[in-house]
């Protein structure tokens, strides 16, 4: 009775795992695209957002603090027109010729390029508005004024998003030149950070004074014998010498930090590399006063614990005599 009840059991949960596993794969091209739908409409959403955004930013740029070049003060007020003109849904071909005037007189004008885009899209024009896509990744990733002017970060990556989207629906690949930003210039878009601006000045200040004072050192003929409250300086200077390359590293050859944002990883790895020096010098310390208890000749002031020589009467270090 019991091996009955057993194998009933055994075979209704194989046949509900087996349901499960058939309801799973059937639907799941179908939550798939639901969740697809959601995240498309959230990323327009936030595009139309940041490009309302923009515009705002660029009325307020040509009215308060215009350029002296006219041929930009022209393209950045035809470049509004143009996203009124869009905006309402009317008169496509009057906003669509704007923009291209408008990249005409301003080659870097990178929300031209962005709203001729969209204009391409509602006309069904796929291939120019994918055209003007990778022109807006390409001008935008070399950070030009107008593009610090009239986006933030945060609607530099709105942009960001929407349009890999879009070439990404199209089967087109992402430039990698425009995937990621150097650093020096995601700074130079950015609002101020203390913690950026403190490493870097603190950073190549450490470095370039310490190798100063080596170098004054050693033509000198200063004593550089690595002693060990010397060795530890040398660790802490190798240390400031690795975190200002990795700076670097980010600064200027566009390299992905493993902790985001870079700033925070350089903190985490100067904290880990204080550690490390502690850790080895405690090492270094007990094997070598391990060694030097392994010799015949040595023993332990039961005073002061230094190490001293078993002949003497006296600790040299504290001065109480030894039985």
Known sequence: MEMKLEMIRTKFSVITLTGLILFVCLNSPIYAQK???ISDS???????????QSIERLHILIQKNPTRLRDINSSIKETIQAAELA???????KALALCQSAE???????LAYLIASDIYDSMGNVLQANQARLNFLKKSSRAPWIAREAMSWENREAFFDYVTGKL????????????????????????GNNLRDAISV??????FVGLALLLFRVMGGG???????????VQFYLLFVGLYLLWILHLFMNLAPIIDPAEMEIVIVFFAGIALIILLNLIGAMLERWRELSDPQAMECPHCRAIIAKIVAECPYCGKKVD
């Open 87 to 93: 905006g309402e849904g009317r008169n496509l071909a």
């Open 104 to 110: 005409k007189k301003y080659s870097d004008n990178v």
């Open 202 to 207: 603190t950073l190549p200040l450490i470095v």
């Open 35 to 37: 969740f697809e739908a």
């Open 223 to 233: 004593d550089i014998s690595i002693e060990r409250k010397n060795r530890i300086v």
């Open 42 to 52: 959230d990323t327009r959403d936030r595009f139309e957002e940041a490009l309302t």
């Open 168 to 191: 990404k629906r199209y089967g087109i690949e992402t430039p990698k030149a425009a995937t990621r930003i150097p650093l020096i210039e995601k700074m130079m878009w950015e609002k």
